[in-house]
């Protein structure tokens, strides 16, 4: 299974762009490239998701390499709520998720 | 209106009674799983389903048991709890497409278990 890895913390300016990175380096062909947030200790939320074309959706944009084996997801202007932990996440059966890149946004 | 039903929200018990957490989906969803999620340890998977009467292990499966005889819902049973099984606790649930998947997971609220 195509596992993935994230920095542990990011920080970014209100307003700003925040850029996520996630390494996927063993994504399969048809495996989706899949990103969740988790504020606090609620359920996570989706955010996006794509295979091989960038995306974006009103939350969120995501680009993705033209070798599939890493992308960015890409909050255009951050604000202070979505202070989250981030989950890139590559679609297999066993949907595992790992530790997550804490994003803090600041005023 | 879609959703994951988790109950209970809340759970205190002691060490050794069995005790079950329900979870159930409106969504006709063919795939299901448990977290677990601990501080600093992200989410971790227990088990998951991909259709009735098909379960596998995740990550985490030592103590936990899980049934899944109708399509909505899917139980995590702990027969014998024990303090290290205390923890946040997801279900989630899917449309499983074999042709490589494009549809989001939807948890439910978690259910915290504190085992004394």
């Known amino acids: 299974d195509a596992k993935t890895t994230q920095p542990p913390s990011m920080d970014c300016a209100e307003g700003r762009a925040a850029n996520l990175p996630c390494n996927h380096s063993?994504?399969?062909?048809?495996?989706?490239v899949y990103w969740y947030r988790q504020i606090h200790s609620q359920g996570p939320q989706y955010i996006i998701h794509?295979?091989?074309n960038n995306e974006t959706n009103e939350m969120a944009s995501l680009i993705i390499t033209e070798d599939r084996k890493s992308s960015t997801l890409i909050l255009p202007h951050a604000t202070l709520r979505d202070t989250a932990v981030y989950y890139c996440?590559?679609?297999?059966?066993?949907?595992?998720f790992g530790a997550g890149t804490r994003l803090t946004v600041k005023p | 209106e879609a959703q994951v039903t988790q109950n209970p929200r809340y759970l205190i018990t002691v060490t050794g009674k069995k005790l079950t957490v329900t979870c159930s989906q409106n969504m006709n969803h063919e795939y299901m799983s448990w977290y677990r999620q601990d501080p600093g340890l992200g989410l971790r998977q227990i088990y998951y389903s991909m259709n009735v009467e098909a379960t596998d292990k995740g990550d985490v499966p030592e103590g936990y048991k899980v049934s899944r005889k109708e399509k909505r819902n899917f139980p995590l049973i702990l027969e014998s709890p024990s303090p290290n099984q205390t923890s946040l606790y997801f279900c989630?649930?899917?449309?499983?497409?074999?042709?490589?998947?494009?549809?989001?997971?939807?948890f439910g609220n978690g259910t915290r278990l504190t085992v004394t």
């Open positions: 063993t994504i399969s062909g048809n495996e989706y």
């Open positions: 794509g295979l091989k």
């Open positions: 996440i590559v679609r297999v059966i066993d949907m595992r």
């Open positions: 989630a649930s899917s449309s499983f497409l074999w042709q490589g998947g494009n549809s989001p997971l939807h």
